[in-house]
């Protein structure tokens, strides 16, 4: 089965600190895709990045850093000098490639971040 | 270019009562999904829709969920009757579709949503 963890359920940090949001997956497929999303109070989901299980190598965009190690089933996120508009729920997500499986997302629960000025 | 279009975006109704929600997807976007999200929840797939096919509803609950994608673009997700437990932010999502064999793009299209309050 698959499954995705993220155990911080809300975060506060003041304005211009980092922030690491951690996400646990488990999956049985040995090719998968893992994503994160940002979803603002307005409601709507923002795509944020997508990895493949084939690639480890970490990524940075901007403020945004991506942290994806196979060995300990993790996709971590950190955010760089956060911002207020930074403040959102943040979610991991899980899909695989295979079958029907292609594009069904399996989110976490998400973790809210508040950024205070 | 426009995003997914959601309707209506707030919905109140008494328990028992039907409610319809429309999605009008990405132009040109094949794939197209129905989430459900409880409150402290991330979304759970309850549909998707290549074209005009239902390609997995393994989690629509179909004694009361129905949803249509006539002619392979926009979608309704009716739910009849509703009950106090489907409270919850109903959201349209889609995508390309597949660009080859194995490659997911995954990267999903969301609407602002359809929050349902059942009383």
């Known amino acids: ?3 995705v963890t993220q155990a911080q359920t809300e975060i506060s940090v003041v304005e211009k600190e980092d922030v ?3 996400c646990v997956y488990e999956t049985r497929d040995t090719t998968y895709y893992l994503f994160w999303y940002k979803q603002p109070p307005s409601g709507e989901l923002v795509f944020l990045i997508r990895r493949n299980s084939f690639d ?3 990524e940075i965009s901007g403020r945004y ?3 994806f190690q196979k060995s300990t089933s993790s996709f971590n996120f950190t955010i760089t000098a956060s911002q207020v508009v930074d403040s959102a729920v943040y979610f991991c997500a ?3 490639n295979y079958g029907g499986s292609q ?3 399996i989110f976490g629960k998400g973790t809210k971040l508040s950024v205070k000025p | 270019e426009a995003g997914v279009v959601q309707s209506p975006r707030y919905k109140i109704i008494e328990k028992k009562q039907p409610v319809a929600f429309w999605c009008n997807p990405i132009s040109g976007h094949n794939t197209l999904y129905w989430y459900r999200q409880n409150l402290g929840q991330g979304p759970e797939l309850l549909i998707r829709y290549e074209n005009e096919e239902a390609v997995d509803d393994s989690q629509l609950p179909k004694d009361r969920f129905s949803a249509e994608r006539l002619k392979g673009v926009d979608s309704t997700l009716k739910i009849q009757p509703a009950e106090l437990g489907d409270s919850a932010v109903y959201l349209c999502a889609s995508s390309p579709g597949w660009r080859g064999a194995g490659e997911n793009t995954g990267e999903l299209f969301f609407g ?3 929050r349902l309050t059942v009383l």
Request: glycine share 14%; net charge negative.
């Open chain 1, 56 to 58: 480890e190598q970490n």
């Open chain 1, 20 to 22: 690491t949001l951690d």
């Open chain 1, 65 to 67: 850093s991506w942290n």
């Open chain 1, 94 to 96: 899980l899909s695989g």
């Open chain 1, 1 to 3: 089965a698959q499954k």
């Open chain 1, 103 to 105: 594009g069904n997302l």
């Open chain 2, 112 to 114: 602002e949503g359809s």
